[in-house]
T-cell receptor, first 113, second 113 residues
Framework: EAQVTQNPRYLITVTGKKLTVTCSQNMNHEYMSWYRQDPGLGLRQIYYSMNVEVTDKGDVPEGYKVSRKEKRNFPLILESPSPNQTSLYFC????????????FGSGTQLSVL | AQSVSQHNHHVILSEAASLELGCNYSYGGTVNLFWYVQYPGQHLQLLLKYFSGDPLVKGIKGFEAEFIKSKFSFNLRKPSVQWSDTAEYFCAVRREYGNKLVFGAGTILRVKS
């Protein structure tokens, strides 16, 4: 079954404690992306990757890091989380140049206290 | 920079009422347009898309959207909504052949049974 798997689904943490949200896809997609979803603001892109070792900033990259060492994995790293990073996070993947085939993960609800 | 505006953040309708959700974008070049739906607790799913040709596009579950180039609009319509259409709807735009999708803030639709 084609899927984008994010873990964990829910995470509560405290300010400053480093965390990683994992994302893995089994469709051999080149393009992967992280979004955060906030009420009234829709989805905003954090980082994206067009292939292994190729990553670039989206619209709201501050406070986040990513890596793309393997094609299937695209973890999101918060080195020092802050309360304003409390949000719902989605990972997505698609073949390159085909965003209409963007496949979303189930989301990670993060709360930073 | 591209931006996408969705006019209503919350819409409440009774079953069988007609629906129209507004979407306007700011990019002046050739664009591809999308509507996504997010049912409660689920990830985003593609509802319909417009690339070229007939400006009236039909999607899943009886939804349609009309691209009006002169108005930079891509409004979503459904003649008769059902309780199961309760969801959040996102309009998105990308520049032709680009990878980046820019999302609107979303419209939460609640259908009363």
């Amino acid at each position: 079954e084609a899927q984008v798997t994010q873990n964990p689904r829910y995470l509560i943490t405290v300010t400053g404690k480093k965390l990683t949200v994992t994302c893995s896809q089994n469709m051999n997609h080149e393009y992967m992306s992280w979004y955060r979803q906030d009420p009234g603001l829709g989805l905003r892109q954090i980082y994206y990757s067009m292939n292994v070792e190729v990553t670039d900033k989206g619209d709201v990259p501050e406070g986040y890091k990513v890596s793309r060492k393997e094609k299937r994995n695209f973890p999101l790293i918060l080195e020092s989380p802050s309360p304003n990073q409390t949000s719902l996070y989605f990972c997505a993947s698609s073949p390159l140049g085909l965003p209409e085939k963007l496949f979303f993960g189930s989301g990670t609800q993060l709360s930073v206290l | 920079a591209q931006s996408v505006s969705q006019h209503n953040h919350h819409v409440i309708l009774s079953e069988a009422a007609s629906l129209e959700l507004g979407c306007n974008y700011s990019y002046g070049g050739t664009v591809n347009l999308f509507w996504y739906v997010q049912y409660p607790g689920q990830h985003l799913q593609l509802l319909l898309k417009y690339f070229s040709g007939d400006p009236l596009v039909k999607g899943i579950k009886g939804f349609e959207a009309e691209f009006i180039k002169s108005k930079f609009s891509f409004n979503l319509r459904k003649p008769s909504v059902q309780w199961s259409d309760t969801a959040e709807y996102f309009c998105a735009v990308r520049r032709e052949y680009g990878n980046k999708l820019v999302f609107g803030a979303g419209t939460i639709l609640r259908v009363k049974s």
